[in-house]
């Protein structure tokens, strides 16, 4: 089959590798945000399509047989795109999502629903580890009177205030490291988004661990696509169609 990812994840890295071993002409599109990305077997581009009208020519100039949305669960657009072009083509969509992180007992979670609520609901004073990307940055460091680790894989385009310290690194992330790293920094608060997986999950265990309250940004809802929850059901999915 003729198969194009919407990638940029460790999932879509590993479903391309899969899929290029049983024979199937794969492409895997980037966004081209990340500087030197790590780049999955098959053909690669990079860049964006030009909206909902691009990606559906794609499809069609492609003859493309499925589509597949393995990017980041708050991908935004493209994953809206997806949506419509899909709809448009008559080319079927499969959604990888992996499971929404859950609030072990005892934990101390508060849940909302955008950045700039989730900037709102941090009290004066607060040490905050920021992990929630890019999106919304400058909605979080208008807080002077808060203090921020801003983690991100890319320099952000918003220079960085003196309430705020830049630290670059590109996950997974150990148990041991989070909790130096809290622990070092003095984090009274942790805002991410609720991205699932195992990569990023041990900031929360080291949260739940030291006491660090968590902010929880919710997931964006896409629209129709016929969804799974790990990489082997998309290809059990996908060989079921073949």
């Not at 952000?156 to 130096?180: V, W």
Request: net charge neutral; glycine share 10%; charged share 15%.
């Amino acid at each position: 089959m003729n198969i194009l990812i919407l990638g940029g994840t460790a999932e879509a890295r590993d479903l391309a590798e899969r899929l290029v071993a049983q024979g199937h002409a794969v492409t895997t599109s980037l966004a081209g945000r990340t500087q030197s990305p790590l780049l999955p077997p098959g053909e690669v581009r990079i860049g964006g399509f030009g909206g909902v009208a691009g990606l559906a020519a794609t499809l069609r100039a492609g003859a493309v047989d499925w589509l597949v949305d393995a990017t980041h669960p708050y991908a935004g657009q493209i994953s809206l795109n997806a949506v419509a072009a899909s709809r448009e083509t008559g080319v079927p969509l499969l959604r990888i999502l992996r499971p929404a992180w859950t609030p072990p007992d005892g934990a101390n979670w508060t849940h909302v629903e955008t950045t700039s609520e989730a900037a709102a609901c941090l009290p004066p004073g607060a040490r905050v580890l920021l992990t929630t990307g890019h999106a919304g940055l400058e909605q979080f460091l208008a807080r002077e009177d808060c203090q921020f680790i801003v983690r991100l894989i890319e320099t952000p385009a918003l220079a960085i205030p003196p309430h705020a310290r830049l630290l670059q690194s590109r996950p997974p992330y150990g148990l041991a490291d989070e909790i130096a790293l809290m622990d070092g920094e003095r984090i009274t608060h942790l805002v991410t988004k609720n991205s699932g997986g195992g990569q990023t999950a041990a900031k929360l265990d080291a949260a739940m661990r030291l006491g660090v309250k968590v902010i929880m940004i919710a997931r964006p809802v896409y629209g129709p696509a016929i969804e799974v929850d790990s990489v082997d059901a998309a290809v059990a999915r996908l060989s079921a169609a073949g």
